[in-house]
């Protein structure tokens, strides 16, 4: 079945610049591949997603990039901020199993001001 | 809409009791499903249903969890015995048919705002 993996478990970076989160999966047949923020005590929310038809989808500072040879997907914060801090997890869909979500571990940003 | 509601927000139980978290997904969508979440574990899919059917229900831990879909609005997981590892956010999310790659798909997860858990 599918595997996703997501690194770095935390990230710190500064204010003002960039981040990048990165998952690798398994499944080759896998198509789609969204990627959720978890803010403190909140409930995951999707912020992107991508699907394997394409290989870049951007909206305003975020952006995932997909690169189905190697297998890999990432998420480009650029310009953070603060609100930027959050728990972000990414997932990809597995294909022979009604279609559902394999979630990575999520990774911790940290915004430092 | 609402989105998906969840109930109760809190629950502290002790150990042994019987502890029932419910679901409403939003209008129209035909999957359900029930995570865990810890700090130790991550996020864990445990169950979800298609239609009210449970279709995968390998990632419920043990007999001492059980999940019922009566009807497209509504849903409930529940523990009996519930031990301390118990313990946990338990969210709940639901989602509408359809998984085309070339057309807009309704692929979105939608989250409850989750149960907090704490059994003592």
């Known amino acids: 079945g599918e595997n996703v993996e997501q690194h770095p478990s935390t990230l710190s970076v500064q204010e003002g610049d960039s981040a990048v989160i990165k998952c690798t999966y398994s499944?080759?047949?896998?198509?789609?591949f969204p990627w959720y923020k978890q803010e403190l005590g909140k409930r995951p929310q999707l912020i992107i997603d991508?699907?394997?038809n394409v290989g870049e989808k951007k909206d305003q500072r975020i952006a995932v990039t997909l690169n189905k040879t190697a297998k890999h997907f990432s998420l480009h914060i650029t310009e953070t901020q603060p609100e930027d801090s959050a728990v972000y997890f990414c997932?990809?869909?597995?294909?022979?199993?009604?279609?559902?979500?394999?979630w990575g571990a999520g990774t911790k940003l940290i915004i430092k001001p | 809409d609402a989105g998906v509601i969840q109930s109760p927000r809190h629950e502290v139980t002790e150990m042994g009791q019987e502890v029932t978290l419910r679901c409403k997904p939003i209008s129209g969508h035909d999957y359900l499903f029930w995570y865990r979440q810890t700090m130790m574990r991550g996020l864990e899919l445990l169950i979800y249903f298609n239609n009210n059917v449970p279709i995968d229900d390998s990632g419920m831990p043990e007999d001492r969890f059980s999940a019922k879909m009566p009807n497209a609005s509504f849903s409930t997981l529940k523990i009996q015995p519930s031990e301390p590892r118990d313990s946990a956010v338990y969210f709940c999310a639901s989602r509408r048919a359809g998984n085309s790659v070339y057309h807009p798909t309704t692929d979105t997860q939608y989250f409850g705002p989750g149960t907090r858990l704490t059994v003592l």
């Open positions: 991508i699907r394997s």
């Open positions: 997932a990809a869909r597995q294909m022979d199993s009604n279609y559902q979500l394999i």
């Open positions: 499944d080759s047949a896998s198509n789609y």
